[in-house]
């Protein structure tokens, strides 16, 4: 198994990768635009981006990217943003995500950006990523109506408290709520 940084060489099995793994969320009529992205958008998204990989054997299995403040989709915190959180679905149930998770946790958000907290968001119709997401330590902090089919629920992690801690002594009237 090896975790690594997406570049555009892995632009092809990247987009196989989110479409294979949104497929199931589009069959339950929740579009992300992972699902559907063409290889213009794929590119755009790893040269705007960070994105992770999990390999194994040379196979790219798992992926997660995170959208940055300064980027051209910045999350609505102003903090790093998980986005295009995938899985390949023969790789599902292998606990494969939650490790991704917990490298890109340690080893670039806490170690390399010094990031207080994460956010993501995903669909509240979903039928299992609100469990996924609570069991990783996510805690719901707003909601928002982005598109026709689903509304959006905004998750936070506190990867380090004296740096929250900080980050709300200087943010005191950033509150986290529905974002219209």
Known sequence: MLIREITTADKSAYQALVHNAYQSVLDLGIHFAAATADSNLIETHIKTN????LFIEHDLVC??????????????????????????????????????LNWVEKNILLEQLKTPFV?????ANHPWLTDFYTKQGFTE?????????HTTIYYRKVLNPELFG??????PNKNFMTIN
Request: charged share 15%; hydrophobic share 35%; glycine share 12%.
């Open 141 to 149: 902090i707003g909601r928002a109506d982005l598109s026709d089919d």
């Open 50 to 53: 960070l994105v992770y990989g």
């Open 119 to 123: 956010t993501l968001g995903t669909a």
């Open 63 to 100: 992926s997660l990217s995170l959208r940055l403040p300064w980027g051209n989709n910045p999350g609505p915190y102003g903090v790093p943003h998980i986005g295009w959180f995938a899985t390949d679905p023969a790789y599902k149930k292998q606990g494969l995500a939650t490790k991704l």
């Open 166 to 171: 900080l980050w709300q002594k200087y943010h």
